[in-house]
Nanobody, 119 residues
Framework: QVQLVESGGGLVQTGDSLRLSCAAS????????LGWFRQAPGKEREFVAH????????YYVDSVKGRFTISRDNAKNTVYLQMNNLKPEDTAIYYC????????????WGQGTQVTVSS
């Protein structure tokens, strides 16, 4: 079992930046990948980015490429999402999640952190 706790959300204006953090605790050694997802009001949850825990390989949804950067600090068991040039359409609750293997479902989820971008 692993616990994931997100932080760093807030209310910002268009063009501003935020950095989200996801701190993992518990059985973190079995982590294969940590990902960020988001869910906007009235919409389904969507994938944003992920990073493999050992190799640091990253992948992004097209809508955030060039604006968001995912990174990790293995010593702190923390993954980050640096979000630059934020847009109103980035407004959502952002969730951190963990998968144990390539192709595995994301089985562990944090409680989410709200990001609101005003125009």
């Amino acid at each position: 079992q692993v616990q994931l706790v997100e932080s760093g959300g807030g209310l910002v204006q268009t063009g501003d930046s935020l950095r989200l953090s996801c701190a993992a605790s518990g059985r973190t050694f079995s982590t294969y990948v940590l990902g960020w997802f988001r869910q906007a009001p009235g919409k389904e949850r969507e994938f944003v980015a992920h990073i493999t825990w050992s190799g640091g390989n990253t992948y992004y949804v097209d809508s955030v490429k060039g604006r968001f950067t995912i990174s990790r600090d293995n010593a702190k068991n923390t993954v980050y999402l640096q979000m630059n040039n934020l847009k109103p359409e980035d407004t959502a609750i952002y969730y951190c999640a963990r998968a144990l293997c390539h192709g595995c479902r994301y089985a562990d989820w944090g409680q989410g952190t709200q990001v609101t971008v005003s125009s």
